[in-house]
T-cell receptor
Framework: NAGVTQTPKFQVLKTGQSMTLQCAQD?????MSWYRQDPGMGLRLIHY???????DQGEVPNGYNVSRSTTEDFPLRLLSAAPSQTSVYFC??????????????FGQGTRLTVV | ELKVEQNPLFLSMQEGKNYTIYCNYS?????LYWYRQDPGKSLESLFV?????AVKQEGRLMASLDTKARLSTLHITAAVHDLSATYFC????????????FGKGTKLTVNP
C-alpha cells in the first residue's frame, strides 16, 4: 500500500513551458485534490475531484488544468508556466467521512521553480 | 466562505515548557486536522478530530475540538527540541467535497 505517490519531486521550467505533475493513490479514495504551498500562505486549494470524471476549481485555479479519468490518478497540468507558479505542490487523497478512514493523505510534494 | 485562523504564527519555546496553538474557523465543519511539517518535507498527520469535545493525545501533543466555539487547540506539554516544526490545522468544508482549508501554520522552535 503506497498511499499517495506524487512525481516528480523537483522540476525547473522555463517561462511558457508546460508540464504535468502526476498523482496516484492506491486506497480507492473518491476525493483527491491539489494544493500549493507558498511561504507564509499555508496551503491553498488549486483543483479538486469528488470522483472519476468530476473536477472543480479551488481557490487558486488560474493557469492549471486537471482531469480525473480514473479513481487512482489525478494529474495537474501547468499550461504555460509563469514565475508566479513557483511553489511546492501537494496532492491529497481522502476516503471521505462515510468511509472508515477519514484521514487525508498527502503526497511527498513537488518543488517547482519557473525561471 | 470558510476561513481558518491560526495563532501564533511563530512560537519560540524553551524545552520543558508548555504552550498552546490555537485554530479558529469561521463556519460550521464536522472535521478538523492537525499536521506537522518538517522543512522540505510533506505533511505528517497528527490528529483527526471528528466531533465536539473530541480530545486526542499522542506523546507530548494533545488536540481538542470545540465545534460550538469553532476552536481547536494543540497543546504542547514539556516541549523537547524534536517538536520543532511547523504545525498546520486544516478544516473540512461542508458540502461533501472534502476540501480542506488550511491555517497559515505555526512555526515552532524549541530551544534547549
Amino acid at each position: 500500500n503506497a498511499g499517495v505517490t506524487q512525481t516528480p519531486k523537483f522540476q525547473v521550467l522555463k517561462t511558457g513551458q508546460s508540464m504535468t505533475l502526476q498523482c496516484a493513490q492506491d486506497m480507492n479514495h473518491e476525493y483527491m485534490s491539489w494544493y500549493r504551498q507558498d511561504p507564509g500562505m499555508g496551503l491553498r486549494l488549486i483543483h479538486y475531484s469528488v470522483g472519476a470524471g468530476i473536477t472543480d476549481q479551488g481557490e487558486v485555479p488560474n493557469g492549471y488544468n486537471v482531469s480525473r479519468s480514473t479513481t487512482e490518478d489525478f494529474p495537474l497540468r501547468l499550461l504555460s508556466a509563469a514565475p508566479s507558479q513557483t511553489s511546492v505542490y501537494f496532492c491529497a487523497s481522502i476516503g471521505g467521512r462515510i468511509r472508515s478512514g477519514t484521514e487525508a493523505f498527502f503526497g511527498q510534494g513537488t518543488r517547482l521553480t519557473v525561471v | 466562505e470558510l476561513k481558518v485562523e491560526q495563532n501564533p504564527l511563530f512560537l519560540s519555546m524553551q524545552e520543558g515548557k508548555n504552550y498552546t496553538i490555537y485554530c479558529n474557523y469561521s463556519t460550521t465543519s464536522d472535521r478538523l486536522y492537525w499536521y506537522r511539517q518538517d522543512p522540505g518535507k510533506s505533511l505528517e498527520s497528527l490528529f483527526v478530530l471528528l466531533s465536539n469535545g473530541a480530545v486526542k493525545q499522542e506523546g507530548r501533543l494533545m488536540a481538542s475540538l470545540d465545534t460550538k466555539a469553532r476552536l481547536s487547540t494543540l497543546h504542547i506539554t514539556a516541549a523537547v527540541h524534536d517538536l520543532s516544526a511547523t504545525y498546520f490545522c486544516a478544516v473540512v468544508t461542508q458540502g461533501g467535497s472534502e476540501k480542506l482549508v488550511f491555517g497559515k501554520g505555526t512555526k515552532l522552535t524549541v530551544n534547549p
